[in-house]
T-cell receptor
Framework: KNEVEQSPQNLTAQEGEFITINCSYS?????LHWLQQHPGGGIVSLFM???GKKKHGRLIATINIQEKHSSLHITASHPRDSAVYIC?????????????FGKGTHLIIQP | SAVISQKPSRDICQRGTSLTIQCQVD?????MFWYRQQPGQSLTLIAT?????????ESGFVIDKFPISRPNLTFSTLTVSNMSPEDSSIYLC?????????????FGPGTRLTVL
């Protein structure tokens, strides 16, 4: 079974700071997901990665398959970025199996 | 994209009773996943529900406790049977969906269950 570790567990930063959240996993995967969970429980998919790097607006996600490691970066952070960020992995491609989740990183951006 | 609704959004139940949670998707999808998020914990996969076949349960979850139905490609139910306080969790359904050529995962809003 894959073990997914995230760091840090909690992060408080000032508005405008560059944020990095890390994720490592123990077994080879087909895809890694970064998810955002707001208070109240709603979960939104940010990225799905199988290699390289992706960018959406101020969010950047990278993955190193050989090192079994991924990072999520937020540039020019804003209080509305405050949420729990969750790393999850799947073993087969195309969403063919369920995800194994990390415990999440609770991010607070202060004005 | 896919829009997922769940009913009920929350419930408070007595020990020993059962609750059925409904998940409705606005598009036809082959696979649907049910997850549990216990307080302060990460999400855990309960089972995979494919239309036309029996659900596949993860280690630690059994059909007698969490029976699942998948009558068509847009709907599924998860029943939490003979509930105990340890079943107090958020239950979510999720579907993989391809949007703008990319595979992604969509999640329902969740059902917050409290068992007294």
């Amino acid at each position: 079974k894959n073990e997914v570790e995230q760091s840090p567990q909690n992060l408080t930063a000032q508005e405008g700071e560059f944020i990095t959240i890390n994720c490592s996993y123990s077994v080879g995967i087909s895809a890694l997901h970064w998810l955002q969970q707001h208070p109240g429980g709603g979960i939104v998919s940010l990225f799905m990665l199988s290699s390289g790097k992706k960018k959406h607006g101020r969010l950047i996600a990278t993955i190193n398959i050989q090192e079994k490691h991924s990072s999520l970066h937020i540039t020019a952070s804003h209080p509305r970025d405050s949420a729990v960020y969750i790393c999850a992995v799947s073993g087969r491609g195309g969403g063919a199996d369920g995800l194994t989740f990390g415990k999440g990183t609770h991010l607070i951006i202060q004005p | 994209s896919a829009v997922i609704s769940q009913k009920p959004s929350r419930d408070i139940c007595q020990r020993g009773t059962s609750l059925t949670i409904q998940c409705q998707v606005d598009s036809q999808v082959t696979m649907m996943f049910w997850y549990r998020q216990q307080p302060g914990q990460s999400l855990t996969l309960i089972a995979t529900a494919n239309q036309g076949s029996e659900a596949t349960y993860e280690s630690g979850f059994v059909i007698d406790k969490f029976p699942i139905s998948r009558p068509n490609l847009t709907f599924s139910t998860l029943t939490v049977s003979n509930m105990s306080p340890e079943d107090s969790s958020i239950y979510l359904c999720s579907v993989p969906f391809q949007w703008t050529g990319e595979d992604t995962q969509y999640f329902g809003p969740g059902t917050r269950l409290t068992v007294l």
